[in-house]
């Protein structure tokens, strides 16, 4: 979905935002994972004080109502969506709904949990620099963990009639998600970058040297984790999807950077 007049530059955000945060309920898939997240984790919401950050349209703060919580923070940015939500948690009088940004909401006591989707496609190139950033210390979050996984193949694999390996080479440096289908799970091979709570972001060298030769496709997905649970992961939800990039050379690396909106990827061969 996109945008396609003028309009004034907060307007154009706010509904481009909303835009972009309505289409991950389409994703069937990570919607069940969450609620089988908090499921698992119910002993951490009955009676206690849990609070959603970039709560959206508020689904997992009307199910962490439903598993009992003593009250829910529901805290979104976008008014938009922000008034969404207040549809979705009616009649729980356990939900107290906040339209600002998550990190200058002080809670006016301790918080037991703290819920968020604040991954981006190549891990922290969305929200999560948010958490860094909290006036508070919730005990727990989840999910708490992601990993930015990547492999390598031969472009012939991925290669159709339109993307030919042509096309291809002329992206050298560039990451383009859904290139290609996902409909394959690609494996993995090795992990650019973790995210974990409390830990925070970890990058890791990337020398392919000596390895993987000859291929001429990498490709990046995610792994989003509660403890060793398995909450999300390209290919298997259409929320996250694969990363690509043609091959050229022996070591990359990935950074993140912000860009006045949001953390940006920045990717380079070395
Ligand atoms: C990927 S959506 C997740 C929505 C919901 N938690 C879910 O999982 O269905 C991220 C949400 O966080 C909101 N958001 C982003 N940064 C925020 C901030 N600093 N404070 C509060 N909300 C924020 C966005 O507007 C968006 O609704």
Redesign the pocket.
Known sequence: MDIINRLPEERYNEVD?LLT?VG??DDEDR?RA?EAMLRRHRELIEGKVVL??????G??SAEMARLGARRVYA????PL?HALAAETVRGHSNVTLVQ????SFEPPEEVDLL????FGQMLYD??LY?LDALRFRPARVLPDRALLRYGWARAESFCDDVVTPAVLKKLEGVLVSGLFEDEERYRFFRTAAEWSWPGGLLRQPNDLSGVGRPTDVLYFGLEVLDGEHLVGRSGCSANWTYVFTPRAGDRFSVDFEWNGRFMESVFQWI
């Open positions: 935002d945060f991950i309920y919607t969450y959603e950050a970039g709560c959206g349209l689904v997992f805290v979104e940015v976008n969506l600002g940004d998550v990190r819920v968020h989707d604040f969305e929200e948010v």
